[in-house]
């Protein structure tokens, strides 16, 4: 067989994949249009006969999941930017600053990617209780400061920029703010875009901390708003369809928009040793 056979059934092969990955994607948002009813019947229809947007209408109506979105917005957006700032320089700092203790204190906090998220829940709580932030987007941000696992990736990826070009700026009378934001940043550009797609899809998708922490309907997420509509629709496929497109256009829309900084990221992270 050929090497041109190979890439064919190679790329069919991918294909397929792509497509079995997909289609389950692509009958949700099929089904979101349907008019009520029809995504029960058998055989489940490909595609709706008569597509309509009421049952986006309806979410968005009278007390919807207009307000949970825009709080889950706000949420996700204002996590993704304090996760950035606090992962990035944690990370930065355990790459490449020599300080004591360094290397001690960065084991323990790998030690303590082990810990489940749950068990820190409740003292956490506690603390945002006598701080006054229950109740608060604020008190809702706090786990999202920094991640062990944010500050591990950021640094694996800084040891791989050459202390060369960081010595170098420094004798040029670079201070250590100018050298991160002029010359560290723009290298470590797939591992920022990677970063705040994860953060934003960890603060977007969260069910748990915003239903602890959050009690006032006014400031419910739309996960949490999503379960509590569930309840009262569980029969009706088609609206809990749209509401599923609505939790997944977000965070397709932020990786659409950053892919092409992460490929131009990839091209400037190649840096000759």
């Known amino acids: ?7 064919l059934l190679l790329h069919a092969a991918l294909m397929c994949i792509a497509a079995l990955t997909l289609a389950p994607l692509a009958w949700m ?11 029960s019947t058998l055989p489940p229809p490909l595609w709706p006969a008569q597509p309509t947007l009421q049952h986006y209408r309806a979410l968005f109506s009278g007390d919807g999941i207009g307000r949970p979105f825009i709080n889950s917005l706000l949420l996700a957006l204002g996590a993704t930017a304090l996760s950035l700032l606090f992962n990035l320089s944690a990370g930065y700092a355990f790459a490449k600053l020599r300080f004591r203790g360094r290397d001690t204190l960065f084991r323990a906090l790998l030690g303590a990617l082990v810990i489940p998220a749950q068990v820190a ?13 229950v109740n608060t987007l604020a008190g809702a941000l706090v786990p999202w400061l920094a991640s062990v696992f944010g500050i591990f990736l950021v640094r694996q990826y800084a040891l791989g920029i050459p202390d060369e070009l960081i010595e170098a700026a420094r004798l040029d009378g670079a201070g250590e703010w100018r050298i991160f934001r002029s010359v560290v940043l723009p290298l470590l550009a797939p591992v920022v875009v990677t970063l705040a797609l994860l953060s934003f899809l960890g603060a977007w998708n969260d069910f748990m901390w915003p239903l602890i922490v959050l009690t006032d309907r006014e400031l419910q997420t ?3 708003a999503l379960a509590g509509l569930s309840r009262e629709h569980v029969q009706d496929t088609e609206l809990m369809m749209a509401g599923a497109v609505l939790t997944v256009l977000p965070v397709l829309g ?5 892919q092409r900084f992460y490929l131009q990221g990839l091209l400037m992270g190649g840096v000759k040793q």
């Open 1 to 7: 067989m050929n090497r041109r056979a190979v890439s």
């Open 29 to 39: 948002v099929a089904a979101s249009l349907m008019v009520p009813g029809e995504a």
């Open 121 to 133: 829940m409740l003292p956490l709580f506690l603390m945002l209780k006598n701080l006054g932030l």
């Open 222 to 224: 739309l996960p949490v």
């Open 254 to 258: 932020l990786f659409l928009a950053l």
